[in-house]
């Protein structure tokens, strides 16, 4: 028995690496179309013919520069760990594109197998590709495959088990990068001799490509080997790219990159790939982005699209909502029936049911959209909206890149800060991806959902689609120009420029859009029942501690008691004032308690956006995690309620408010949307800025500019409609 053989696939992202991926090992994984999302190593293990085989899922890269973390993981995977096989996934309907990272698997002298992935769709579009052609003129194995039904996986497997027998890595390829680079590259190499360190790891011409290319990390390694020499070579880099400069006013990245699509552009014309078909037809997905994409149609379509997504969500989740909401009415009742008054009575009622209720009830809401959205992702709608969004960007001084964490974060609706945070890592300018770190927040993410929903149910019941529509426009209007103005004021400076590929539209499957669902419903209910509830517990404490003193207590006691002797003939009047009595004593619990006391004092200020104390209570919540504002919400108004027989929903209690109408509603919820990040988030963007200073101002920045447009808002909605 031989030991166990480590193969890494990777390839560009969206290669089908994680379908073939699942296909070899057999386990769960998530697909999904987006870099940044997944960063993290995936592995799994094979036997075939008796030889144990661990696969890892490297990260989809374009490149094998230092300029994204998904770069920097897969290269430093394949170099540190030297996998037995690295498996290059390449889409074969866009061969072109995807040999151009093959070529630096193939610099770096690796054990390589090119599995050339998705031949259906290939066929499909008549392309005829010489596997047999390929391989001999790259010298490394190529085996055609289809990922989805596992076409050719035996094939791909004994090829593997092939390479990794041999025992001599093959000879890493030469590709002439002109003149002038290759002048540098003879003058660099000698010094390069002397380190030792990394001659075990890296090929010696790669090293200096890498130097031209102006490579972070490698240049740190070169510093760390001989510092002196590190300094010859640079200086050298520095020339021969001044020269080009002068010369041909391009920097050497440019000049690398031509040279290696030249050779593929070569390597494809020597007859590896023909086509049974007229040349240049246009394919259904460039088809469909001439209009998807159009320049007018575009944002046209997008619009339509979004809001077929909200109204989608609501008219389906509608009455699996109100089945919820009783189901949670009915289960307060039986716990009322059931236990004795007392603390931990209150706490369930109150803290658990309302609390968790609140937050629970928006399973179906955020279920059918995160439906939605997995089918415009799996798609590859999403790409497009990015691609389209590239252009307005630019003007808001932000960068192509920056749409895809604004997305992740909800910019459609329903994503998440923290991911939408680190995913700004592949933005290359230190200022667009500041920029970039701070408006992402804005974005509706999967928290602020429901409350934006519990709101919009409450006051604006009839449009919920629309008000829903308009919530995300805001945000992302509200996001650019705050961008706009950091880039403005403090991230002043150029912007770069972006290039993006748009990945084919593929048919999503049922099984892909349904474990998505059911992956990001299922991390929001557990989030739910376990941060969520521990919050949720303790500010109910918050709420009911300290109790009244015992002669307030007293005091009411004693109201009732003069009540029931006055009113005892009229059995109907007498119950109504004792529910009024209990309703001004919950309410004074309330005030009393420590929660309270933070909501009375800061109801100073926030009384100018028409926000009351008990709403105050749970902003300063919301601080934890957006989702406790319902949490918070459902226990001060249930706190307050007196009679659980009519007690209704949230969003009908709210309604029925006297305090609440229309437009605090709306300042309210714009506050909501706007305010300080939530602290997890605030935490992560500390650690990406690099410094708290970044976190503070995000904070502040937030919730000074969320504050003044809740004012606004409410003052002058209150002038127009309210009198
Ligand atoms: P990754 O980004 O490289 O991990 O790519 P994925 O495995 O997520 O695949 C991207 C998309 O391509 C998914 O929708 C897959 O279902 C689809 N796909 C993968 N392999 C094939 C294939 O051989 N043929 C076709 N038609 N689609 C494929
Ligand atoms: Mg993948």
Same mark, same amino acid.
Request: some cysteine; proline content about 4%; hydrophobic content about 45%.
């Given at each position: 028995?031989?030991?166990?053989?480590? =193969?890494?696939?990777?390839?560009?992202?969206? *290669?089908?690496?994680?379908?073939?991926?699942?296909?070899?090992?057999?386990?769960?994984?998530?697909?999904?179309?987006?870099?940044?999302?997944?960063?993290?190593?995936?592995?799994?293990?094979?036997?075939?013919?008796?030889?144990?085989?661990?696969?890892?899922?490297?990260?989809?890269?374009? *490149?094998?520069?230092?300029?994204?973390?998904?770069?920097?993981?897969?290269? %430093?995977?394949?170099?540190?760990?030297?996998?037995? /096989?690295?498996?290059?996934? !390449?889409?074969?309907?866009?061969?072109?594109?995807?040999?151009?990272?093959?070529?630096?698997?193939?610099?770096?002298?690796?054990?390589?197998?090119? =599995?050339?992935?998705?031949?259906?769709? =290939?066929?499909?579009?008549?392309?005829?590709?010489?596997?047999?052609?390929?391989?001999?003129?790259?010298?490394?194995?190529?085996?055609?495959?289809?990922?989805?039904?596992?076409?050719?996986?035996?094939?791909?497997?004994?090829?593997?088990?092939? !390479?990794?027998?041999?025992?001599?890595?093959?000879?890493?390829?030469?590709?002439?990068?002109?003149?002038?680079?290759?002048?540098?590259?003879?003058?660099?190499?000698?010094?390069?001799?002397?380190?030792? #360190?990394?001659?075990?790891?890296?090929?010696?011409?790669?090293?200096?490509?890498?130097?031209?290319?102006?490579?972070?990390?490698?240049?740190?390694?070169?510093?760390?080997?001989?510092?002196?020499?590190?300094?010859?070579?640079?200086?050298?880099?520095?020339?021969?790219?001044?020269?080009?400069?002068?010369?041909?006013? !391009?920097?050497?990245?440019?000049?690398?990159?031509?040279?290696?699509?030249?050779?593929?552009?070569?390597?494809?014309?020597?007859?590896?790939?023909?086509?049974?078909? /007229?040349?240049?037809?246009?394919? #259904?997905?460039?088809?469909?982005?001439?209009?998807?994409?159009?320049?007018?149609?575009?944002?046209?379509?997008?619009?339509?699209?979004?809001?077929?997504?909200?109204?989608?969500?609501?008219?389906?989740?509608?009455?699996?909502?109100?089945?919820?909401?009783?189901?949670?009415?009915?289960?307060?009742?039986?716990?009322?029936?059931?236990?004795?008054?007392?603390?931990?009575?209150?706490?369930?009622?109150?803290?658990? /049911?309302?609390?968790?209720?609140?937050?629970? +009830? &928006?399973?179906?809401?955020?279920?059918?959209?995160?439906?939605?959205?997995?089918?415009?992702?799996?798609?590859?709608?999403?790409?497009?909206?990015?691609?389209?969004?590239?252009?307005?960007?630019?003007?808001?001084?932000?960068?192509?890149?920056?749409?895809?964490?604004?997305?992740?974060?909800?910019?459609?609706?329903?994503?998440?800060?923290?991911?939408?945070?680190?995913?700004?890592?592949?933005?290359?300018?230190?200022?667009?991806?500041?920029?970039?770190?701070?408006?992402?927040?804005?974005?509706?993410?999967?928290?602020?959902?429901?409350?934006?929903?519990?709101?919009?149910?409450?006051?604006?019941?009839?449009?919920?689609?629309?008000?829903?529509?308009?919530? #995300?426009?805001?945000?992302?209007?509200?996001?650019?120009?705050?961008?706009?103005?950091?880039?403005?004021?403090?991230?002043?400076?150029?912007?770069?420029?972006?290039?993006?590929?748009?990945?084919?539209?593929?048919?999503?499957?049922?099984?892909?859009?349904?474990?998505?669902?059911?992956?990001?419903?299922?991390?929001?209910?557990?989030? =739910?029942?376990?941060?969520?509830?521990?919050?949720?517990?303790?500010?109910?404490?918050?709420?009911?501690?300290?109790?009244?003193?015992?002669?307030?207590?007293?005091?009411?006691?004693?109201?009732?008691?003069?009540?029931?002797?006055?009113?005892?003939?009229?059995?109907?009047?007498?119950?109504?004032?004792?529910?009024?009595?209990?309703?001004?004593?919950?309410?004074?619990?309330?005030?009393?308690?420590?929660?309270?006391?933070?909501? #009375?004092?800061?109801? +100073?200020? *926030?009384?100018?956006?028409?926000? %009351?104390?008990?709403?105050?209570?749970?902003?300063?919540?919301?601080?934890?995690?957006?989702?406790?504002?319902?949490?918070?919400?459902?226990?001060?108004?249930?706190?307050?309620?007196?009679?659980?027989?009519?007690?209704?929903?949230?969003?009908?209690?709210?309604?029925?408010?006297?305090?609440?109408?229309?437009?605090?509603?709306?300042?309210?919820?714009?506050?909501?949307? &706007?305010?300080?990040?939530? &602290?997890?988030?605030?935490?992560?963007?500390?650690?990406?800025?690099?410094?708290?200073?970044?976190?503070?101002?995000?904070?502040?920045?937030?919730?000074?500019?969320?504050?003044?447009?809740?004012?606004?808002?409410?003052?002058?909605?209150?002038?127009?409609?309210?009198?």
């Amino acid at each position: 028995m031989h030991t166990t053989i480590t =193969a890494a696939l990777a390839g560009n992202p969206n *290669s089908g690496k994680t379908t073939l991926f699942n296909n070899l090992t057999g386990s769960r994984q998530h697909v999904g179309n987006y870099p940044g999302i997944t960063v993290e190593q995936k592995e799994g293990c094979r036997l075939h013919h008796g030889q144990g085989i661990r696969f890892i899922d490297l990260p989809g890269t374009y *490149s094998l520069s230092a300029y994204s973390v998904e770069e920097l993981v897969a290269r %430093d995977f394949i170099v540190n760990e030297k996998p037995d /096989v690295v498996i290059n996934v !390449v889409d074969a309907s866009n061969l072109e594109r995807n040999l151009y990272l093959s070529t630096q698997f193939l610099e770096l002298g690796l054990p390589l197998v090119l =599995a050339l992935n998705m031949m259906d769709v =290939a066929e499909r579009r008549g392309m005829l590709i010489d596997c047999a052609k390929l391989e001999s003129l790259l010298g490394v194995p190529v085996v055609p495959i289809v990922a989805r039904s596992g076409r050719g996986r035996d094939e791909l497997l004994n090829a593997l088990l092939r !390479v990794a027998a041999e025992n001599t890595p093959p000879q890493p390829l030469h590709i002439g990068y002109g003149a002038d680079l290759e002048e540098a590259l003879r003058d660099i190499q000698p010094l390069l001799a002397g380190c030792d #360190t990394l001659h075990h790891l890296y090929p010696e011409r790669w090293l200096g490509v890498k130097l031209l290319e102006n490579d972070s990390q490698i240049i740190e390694k070169v510093r760390a080997c001989s510092p002196e020499d590190a300094e010859k070579m640079l200086l050298r880099c520095e020339e021969v790219a001044l020269h080009l400069q002068r010369t041909l006013e !391009v920097y050497p990245e440019a000049i690398i990159a031509d040279h290696r699509y030249g050779y593929i552009k070569s390597l494809l014309r020597q007859g590896v790939v023909s086509s049974s078909q /007229v040349v240049d037809r246009l394919y #259904t997905s460039d088809r469909i982005d001439r209009v998807v994409t159009h320049r007018f149609l575009g944002p046209v379509i997008m619009a339509l699209v979004l809001f077929g997504l909200y109204t989608f969500t609501f008219t389906f989740s509608a009455s699996m909502v109100g089945w919820l909401e009783q189901f949670f009415i009915l289960l307060n009742r039986g716990i009322d029936q059931a236990m004795a008054d007392g603390p931990l009575k209150s706490m369930l009622m109150s803290g658990v /049911v309302d609390g968790m209720g609140g937050v629970l +009830g &928006f399973v179906p809401i955020i279920m059918f959209m995160f439906f939605g959205i997995a089918v415009l992702e799996d798609s590859g709608y999403l790409a497009r909206v990015a691609f389209m969004m590239d252009r307005i960007f630019h003007f808001f001084g932000l960068h192509g890149s920056s749409v895809m964490p604004l997305i992740i974060s909800g910019g459609i609706a329903g994503g998440c800060a923290v991911p939408g945070v680190m995913a700004t890592r592949t933005l290359r300018s230190p200022k667009e991806r500041m920029a970039t770190l701070l408006t992402v927040p804005f974005m509706n993410c999967g928290a602020k959902l429901p409350v934006l929903t519990l709101l919009i149910a409450a006051f604006f019941s009839s449009h919920q689609a629309w008000y829903m529509f308009l919530a #995300t426009v805001a945000a992302w209007v509200v996001a650019l120009c705050a961008a706009k103005l950091l880039r403005l004021t403090v991230l002043r400076g150029e912007s770069t420029p972006f290039v993006m590929e748009l990945p084919p539209y593929r048919f999503p499957t049922v099984k892909g859009l349904l474990i998505h669902t059911w992956e990001r419903t299922w991390q929001y209910i557990k989030k =739910a029942g376990t941060v969520i509830l521990g919050i949720s517990i303790l500010l109910w404490a918050l709420m009911t501690y300290p109790g009244l003193p015992e002669q307030r207590t007293a005091a009411y006691e004693s109201q009732r008691q003069q009540v029931e002797s006055q009113q005892a003939g009229n059995v109907d009047a007498l119950a109504a004032t004792l529910l009024e009595i209990d309703a001004a004593q919950a309410t004074e619990q309330l005030r009393h308690s420590f929660a309270g006391r933070i909501g #009375t004092a800061l109801e +100073g200020i *926030s009384r100018f956006a028409g926000i %009351d104390w008990r709403t105050n209570i749970a902003l300063v919540g919301g601080f934890a995690a957006k989702e406790v504002i319902i949490s918070t919400l459902g226990t001060a108004y249930s706190l307050g309620e007196v009679n659980p027989e009519q007690a209704g929903s949230l969003s009908q209690r709210l309604a029925a408010d006297p305090k609440w109408n229309p437009v605090s509603a709306l300042a309210v919820l714009v506050f909501i949307m &706007f305010y300080a990040p939530c &602290f997890v988030t605030v935490i992560c963007i500390a650690k990406e800025a690099g410094s708290w200073k970044w976190a503070f101002f995000s904070m502040a920045f937030n919730t000074v500019f969320a504050f003044i447009l809740a004012v606004l808002i409410y003052q002058i909605g209150s002038l127009l409609y309210l009198h």
